[in-house]
């Protein structure tokens, strides 16, 4: 059997190590360890032997680390950072705050900055979480929550839970406006637009997110020819140079209107409200959830921007 206890490495040896590394001499890591040269030399020596692999390279002139040296020295670096850090996250797990927090925004809400300014304000009153933020289409942000560990999301579909795991509180609704550009056909066309005449057109959609969950699709009707964007920005675009038709959030379908990049069509058969909320996990929620729900609760500044495209509910 092996022996692990040969193998082992304390804190000294591994500081020791450490210092000869980053000093590249015996004797001025003795003189910083307040031991002898040859103390240090013998500590590294045994440590060398129990590993079976040389760390160092020796010369009259220099020392050198080999390669088993520099990933020894790369690992101490990673274990000692850990060690300095270590009691300030185990004080935040007592305090309640989250150690690593995943928060999914809904691809209809997200923004770049606000996701940028938000980390900023949250790293700065929880410097010792581990975050990371996604973005989810449709029933995607349900799925990032339910199967993937996500804490919390910002815009899942509905006002209301679809897992008593999980608490919700409304955020507001999308409504939408079918929109195309002035020189489109239908632009043109009588109103309202039929199915029958929308369909000779092709509708464009960015793809459910969701791996587990059932895949939903926004508009398209049977028989329509469709295309798939990765991102609400890439459909605008699309429906600005009359690739596809289909709808658009109000806020973005008004300021296209105004600068008369597009126009609104009455259409046979619209497209209801979508309820948005705010959803987060009931285990395990700590202060960093409360923190978030707080914000948006307020309509703090740091979280309107992901609102934007949100209309009051009823």
């Not at 185990?90 to 305090?95: I, N, T």
């Not at 928060?103 to 209809?108: A, F, R």
């Not at 009153?125 to 199967?147: C, K, N, Q, S």
């Not at 996990?281 to 495209?309: E, W």
Request: glycine share 6%; charged share 20%; with cysteine.
């Amino acid at each position: 059997m092996p022996d692990f206890q040969k193998n082992q490495i304390d804190a000294e040896t591994l500081q020791t190590f450490a210092t000869v590394a980053q000093l590249r001499s015996f004797s001025a890591a003795a003189e910083l360890l307040h031991k002898t040269t040859s103390a240090i030399s013998y500590r590294i020596k045994a440590l060398e032997d129990s590993l079976g692999t040389p760390l160092f390279q020796r010369t009259t002139r220099s020392v050198t680390l080999t390669p088993s040296g520099e990933v020894l020295l790369e690992r101490a670096s990673l274990i000692f950072e850990w060690l300095h850090t270590l009691p300030e996250e185990l004080k935040q797990v007592r305090d309640g705050i989250e150690p690593h927090f995943i928060l999914v925004v809904n691809n209809l809400l997200y923004g770049a900055d606000a996701v940028a300014s938000l980390l900023e304000h949250l790293a700065g009153h929880f410097p010792h979480t581990a975050f990371d933020v996604r973005r989810a289409v449709y029933m995607g942000v349900w799925d990032e929550l339910i199967y993937s560990g996500a804490q919390m999301a910002v815009g899942v579909p509905g006002f209301h839970t679809i897992d008593d795991e999980y608490a919700t509180e409304q955020l507001g609704v999308i409504n939408w406006v079918f929109v195309v550009p002035p020189t489109h056909p239908l632009a043109s066309a009588p109103a309202p637009l039929s199915n029958e005449l929308l369909r000779r057109y092709p509708a464009v959609n960015v793809p459910d997110t969701s791996h587990r969950l059932t895949k939903r699709t926004a508009w398209k009707l049977p028989g329509q020819r469709e295309f798939l964007v990765p991102d609400l920005a890439a459909k605008i675009a699309c429906h600005r140079e009359g690739l596809a038709v289909g709808f658009l959030p109000a806020p973005v379908a008004r300021e296209l209107i105004q600068s008369g990049h597009l126009v609104p069509r009455d259409v046979e058969i619209g497209r209801p409200p979508s309820p948005l909320a705010l959803a987060w996990r009931r285990n395990g929620a700590g202060k960093i959830t409360a923190h978030l729900r707080m914000l948006c609760a307020s309509r703090d500044p740091l979280v309107t921007p992901f609102f934007a495209q949100l209309d009051p509910a009823g």
